[in-house]
């Protein structure tokens, strides 16, 4: 499992208010929501297995018949064989139950009852319900055929989480081993191939193994087995896996990335009926516009559940709706099914409306008064949703910002960004920006902030908020604006062990408790949720908590990082209505579309060496789709070299390396508000004055640091020495790096670091260990709450 450093027995993680700037993956441990399930090898799957093995080995392949072969290919595929012996008519792959019950694991409630489950052959449809109506576990009972009637012969891929045993190939091994009829069809060819050559072989049993070789060769044509690993690669660089991540072990990944490598899985295995839950929770942008582009390509029939709208919008041609324990269908878009939906709940309140007033006393125990009761709960439940969604994610009236210059309030800049480049590490040469950009956040900035992971999305709000000092150039603060921060990880700073009363009551002390409680009732924090420990709380409720405290106080600034994760389509549209209303400046990193195109006046392309700014999404598309297409087709000095050896995320472009090209648009130089510099050329005389001003203030930083590096004599040629009291960034069990502190040499290759954010420590090798460039730019007097 993907663990997060532990913590010791008696310390507890320091909690970071959720309106300061939280620090992106690379410095972050995560949280327990993102801790990867692991399914455990099960007896079922050894057993398969085991069955299989023995049935391949007990198999005398110079005498199988056709038949004899098909005994070993998975089941669907057997079925599928035996139809086609009985019918030469097209075997249709529709699936038409006129009676589906289903009820939850442990048989207490009912989920759907007595409904048809109409699945017609190649749609592309969405399963749309509340949550806990039974949309998940309806695609775990049809990909684990538990479901009476369903077509024995359709191959059902449902993409999920990996088994245990899936973890332990390499990335590549594990997309192209993900076909169940292609890995036995490979070790069929194999095994006949050897008889072929084996000495002793007669004239007839070279004939029937040819016979046999010919019918393998034929499936495994037409399920495109020969060109797998070109197909997988390519699929999988466009997810951020270059050569060197594709030969990682999965298990090394975090979960977002096994997650990217599952996604791979479900498109390389193309099955009959293919279903997705919640697709895009662990995407990034480019990744989001690829699974669109193979969604709309997709030949057979998938079914998906999502919050994406913009995703829905685009892909589905028909609807199922789950609700009230019944699948009803609607031939239709997705958009016009929510027109639909609308006006179907409104028709259906009026009608319970007047129902209620017609039989306001009944005999409860009457089957009149059951249905009253039915109808009552129904009404309450969408009374609720209505007042819950014009009330939340609302925000109050800021303070009035300081205004010396008599300017128009909307001109009033928080965040001037001037000239700026940055690396990481200036000795490598490596810079995540590269050419010079200049950046202004003024009061009414409403900026989409979109790229791929790893191409400075994270790094640009670090530089922007202090929390990074830059190479070159300069970021100002206005003296006394405040800044509101939600991360994709702000919910793990939340006591799971307080309620979100409890909760609240810590984070503002001074106020009292029934407010807290009316501003909790306002994010859908309501009832006896507010008194529910947060362990028990859902992740989407973890966030409403959140937001509880981010919308408090009002902010001048708000950054929202990926805030619609976790969140239900009727809570999205809640907070889109809500960044809408609020009058401060936004600036959002969501790859939800529908979410940054209703909240975001201009869109910043940020892909390895460009930084660009539009006006609108669609050319911010087109910017992203040229980086998909280089990354896919592994386009030399430019995709390629955008993932060099890193997996899942982008990492050093020819744009970004001192010196590297650039385009004459000065692509990565894109300036807002400011102007451009060229980057000083390596060997150049502003080259050594950088070097040489970083190496000053870093020994001003910390004179001991560099009076004990110099004396320090290193392992090997170009192995970093750290001493105690040093910052660095530390590598995990889970493939990411943290910063960390230096607590002790334990020897010339190994330390002992303290992870800051958990306080929990770790010895690591030195080849674990990542320097950090500090830099004497002051930092700016920008308040944050």
């Known amino acids: 499992m993907s663990a997060k450093p532990a913590e010791t027995k008696d310390a507890k993680a320091p909690a970071t208010p959720a309106v300061e700037f939280k620090d992106d993956e690379l410095t972050k441990p995560p949280g327990k929501e993102e801790e990867v399930k692991l399914i455990d090898f099960t007896a079922e799957h050894l057993a398969r297995e085991k069955a299989l093995d023995e049935r391949f080995k007990a198999l005398d392949f110079k005498k199988a018949s056709e038949p004899d072969v098909v005994s070993l290919f998975p089941s669907w595929a057997q079925e599928k064989y035996a139809l086609r012996n009985v019918s030469r008519k097209q075997i249709s792959n529709a699936v038409n139950i006129e009676h589906l019950q289903m009820k939850t694991p442990f048989g207490d409630k009912i989920l759907i009852k007595d409904s048809p489950l109409i699945l017609e052959a190649g749609r592309r449809a969405c399963l749309f319900g509340q949550n806990s109506t039974g949309k998940t576990l309806l695609f775990t009972n049809i990909s684990e055929a538990k479901i009476k009637d369903f077509p024995k012969h359709i191959h059902v891929h449902h993409c999920r989480e990996l088994e245990a045993h899936e973890l332990l190939d390499t990335v590549l091994e594990a997309v192209i081993n993900s076909h169940p009829l292609r890995r036995i069809l490979v ?213 009035p910002l300081e205004n010396k210059d008599n300017r128009d309030p909307k001109d009033i800049v928080l965040i001037h960004l001037k000239d700026v480049r940055f690396s990481y590490d200036v000795k490598t040469g490596h810079f995540i920006f590269n050419d010079p950009i200049s950046f202004d956040v003024t009061a009414t900035t409403r900026c989409g902030v979109m790229g791929p992971n790893g191409a400075g999305k994270s790094t640009f709000l670090k530089l922007l908020t202090h929390k990074l000092i830059p190479t070159d150039g300069t970021v100002t603060h206005h003296p006394n604006y405040v800044l509101a921060y939600f991360g994709q990880h702000s919910t793990a700073e939340l006591d799971l ?142 995709g390629r070299d955008a993932l060099a050896n890193n997996p899942g995320g982008a990492a050093i472009h020819s744009r970004q390396v001192a010196g590297g090209k650039t385009e004459e648009k000065k692509a990565g130089a894109m300036v807002i508000g400011g102007s451009s510099a060229p980057a000083p050329k390596p060997g150049s005389a502003a080259e050594k004055a950088l070097l040489e001003r970083k190496a000053a203030a870093a020994a001003a930083a910390n004179p001991n640091a560099a009076a004990s590096a110099a004396a320090a004599k290193p392992a090997a040629a170009g192995t970093p020495v750290f001493v105690v009291g040093e910052k660095c960034m530390a590598l995990w069990k889970d493939g990411k790096t943290y910063t960390a502190l230096v607590e002790k040499v334990v020897a010339k290759d190994k330390y002992q670091v303290k992870y800051l954010e958990y306080g929990n420590s770790a010895q690591v090798g030195v080849a674990s260990l990542k320097k950090i460039t500090v830099a004497s730019t002051p930092a700016g007097k920008g308040g944050k709450k």
């Open 187 to 399: 070790r069929i060819e194999a095994k006949i191939n050897e008889e072929l050559k084996a000495a002793g072989v007669t004239d007839e049993e070279k004939k029937n193994l040819n016979a046999r070789l010919d019918f393998v060769k034929m499936n495994m044509n037409q399920i495109r087995a020969y060109d797998a690993e070109d197909r997988a690669a390519k699929m999988l660089r466009v997810l951020g896996f270059d050569e060197t991540g594709q030969k990682k072990l999965v298990s090394a990944l975090s979960g977002g990335l096994r997650m990217r490598v599952a996604l791979c899985m479900a498109f390389f295995i193309d099955a009959e009926l293919l279903l997705l839950d919640e697709p895009t929770n662990h995407l990034d942008f480019p990744s989001v516009l690829w699974l669109e582009n193979r969604l709309r390509g997709y030949g057979k029939s998938f079914l998906v559940v999502s919050h994406d709208r913009e995703l829905l919008n685009n892909v589905v041609t028909g609807v199922i709706l789950l609700e009230d324990q019944n699948l009803k269908y609607y031939n239709t878009t997705f958009k016009e099914f929510e027109k639909k939906k609308a006006t179907e709940d409104k028709k259906k309140s009026d009608e319970i409306d007047k129902f209620l007033a017609t039989n306001r006393n009944v005999d409860p125990s009457s089957p009149l008064g059951a249905q009253k009761a039915t109808k009552k709960a129904w009404s309450d439940q969408y009374s609720q949703k209505m007042i819950a969604m014009q009330g939340k994610f609302t925000f109050p009236v800021a303070t």
């Open 497 to 638: 062990q307080a309620t979100p009363a409890e909760w609240m009551q810590e984070q503002f002390p001074e106020e009292k408790i029934g407010l807290l409680r009316q501003h909790l009732q306002k994010t859908s924090v309501v009832g006896t949720v507010q008194d529910t420990r947060m362990m028990r709380l859902s992740f989407s409720q973890r966030s409403c908590v959140i937001f509880s405290k981010l919308t408090y106080k009002c902010p001048h600034l708000l950054i929202l990082d990926e805030p619609t994760n976790f969140l239900d389509l009727e809570s999205v549209d809640a907070l889109i209505s809500a960044c809408n209303k609020y009058k401060g400046a936004l600036l959002l990193v969501s790859h939800n579309r529908d979410f940054l195109r209703k909240c975001a006046t201009h869109y910043l392309s940020i892909v390895p060496g460009k930084f660009d700014l539009f006006d609108n999404m669609k050319k911010a598309e087109q910017s992203t789709y040229t980086f998909i297409a280089e990354m896919e087709e592994g386009v030399k000095g430019v």
